[in-house]
């Protein structure tokens, strides 16, 4: 079965970075989109970011675009969340994703293989 692991959350003041990462195993796919979803208390799960293992040009979130970078490690099948200009908003529990169709993870929202989570706090 396929299994996703993140880590890499934590507490960090405004303005701050934090770098998640997600390593994947069990996959049948040679390849597949990977993305990074979040959800803060009370509000409705949003998309982030996305990238697709065989390559192309990642897809960002409007509220991200310029201050989160996503980037992939095919060789140890892990996706990282590089995420630089922190705003208390950020906060939220973020999750890794992955489905083999761009339209499922990032059009429906709604990917097939969920990792378990990591919080960020962004502090004032």
């Known amino acids: 079965s396929v299994q996703l692991v993140e880590s890499g959350g934590g507490s960090v003041q405004a303005g701050g970075s934090l770098r998640l990462s997600c390593t994947a195993s069990?996959?049948?796919?040679?390849?597949?989109?990977m993305g990074w979803f979040r959800q803060a208390p009370g509000k409705e799960r949003e998309r982030v970011a996305a990238?697709?293992?065989?390559?192309?040009?990642?897809y960002y979130a409007d509220p991200v675009q310029g201050r989160f970078t996503i980037s992939r490690d095919n060789a140890k099948n892990t996706v990282y969340l590089q995420m630089n200009s922190l705003k208390p908003e950020d906060t939220a529990m973020y999750y890794c994703?992955?489905?083999?169709?761009?339209?499922?993870?990032?059009?429906?929202?709604?990917?097939?293989?969920w990792g378990q989570g990591t919080q960020v706090t962004v502090s004032t």
């Open positions: 069990g996959y049948t796919y040679s390849s597949y989109y």
């Open positions: 994703a992955a489905d083999p169709s761009s339209y499922v993870i990032w059009v429906r929202g709604n990917p097939g293989y």
């Open positions: 990238i697709y293992t065989g390559g192309g040009e990642p």
